[in-house]
């Protein structure tokens, strides 16, 4: 007999694009926007609660990002730290692990101290919380495959084993806001066979219920993973 349970969405990733969209739109600093972004990121964290998510990945800060104007660098690192700050004691009371993924140690000194100290304080959480920062999905796979070769064979299940997300969930459902259809360079690996759900709405304006729609629309889907 089938099982018509339906699908639970358990890892969660978001591709948060539209900061400086929304930001334009308003005729705003882009500045505003990041600041925005930043408070719809602390909106669904807090709500993660209520979903059956055990891991929600999102992508923070790419490798390409260092492309960007210095001064747009400099005022997402200091939105950086000041999330950080913030937020830790919450991430603490609200049983939320944080996990980096990406070379993050490339950072500024006091980034990379301020984040090693979120980890070690949060490591005993039981819903994770992974922030991709200074990540790119090619560059990953190649650091995987390079460290799975020194090791012996490369294979699928060794290159998956130095994988970032190697101890994350297998990746359920990727979104990606703001009307963009592509993945730039994100979870490639990941999402061989995630289900995929691209939405119009800028990330400032994204809300819990904008995630849950995403849940309910996985829900209905069936994964057959290449199969029929």
Not at 41 to 64: D, H, K, P, Q, W
Not at 216 to 228: L, N, P
Request: charged share 25%; aromatic share 8%.
């Amino acid at each position: 007999m089938a099982d018509d349970t339906p699908a639970q969405a358990c890892h969660v990733a978001i591709i948060m694009d539209g900061n400086g969209r929304w930001a334009k739109r308003r005729h705003l600093p882009r500045a505003l926007g990041h600041q925005r972004g930043v408070e719809a990121v602390r909106t669904l964290v807090r709500g993660l609660s209520n979903t059956g998510i055990e891991c929600l990945t999102l992508y923070a800060f790419s490798s390409e990002n260092w492309k960007r104007p210095g001064e747009e660098v400099d005022d997402l690192m200091n939105l950086m730290r000041k999330f950080v700050k913030s937020d830790l004691p919450e991430f603490i009371a609200n049983d939320v692990k944080l996990k980096i993924i990406g070379d993050w140690q490339g950072l500024a000194p006091d980034i990379v101290a301020m984040l090693e100290d979120a980890l070690a304080k949060t490591s005993g959480g039981a819903r994770t919380l992974a922030v991709a920062l200074n990540y790119g999905s090619q560059q990953e796979i190649a650091r995987a495959a390079a460290k799975a070769a020194s090791e012996g064979e490369i294979t699928p299940e060794t290159i998956a084993a130095h994988l970032d997300t190697a101890d994350l969930p297998p990746l359920d459902l990727l979104i990606r806001t703001s009307g963009e259809v592509r993945l730039s360079n994100f979870l490639l690996w990941q999402a061989a066979y995630a289900e995929m759900i691209f939405v119009d709405t800028l990330w400032p304006d994204f809300t819990p219920e904008h995630l849950q729609n995403a849940l309910d629309d996985f829900a209905r889907r069936e994964r057959r993973y290449g199969g029929r």
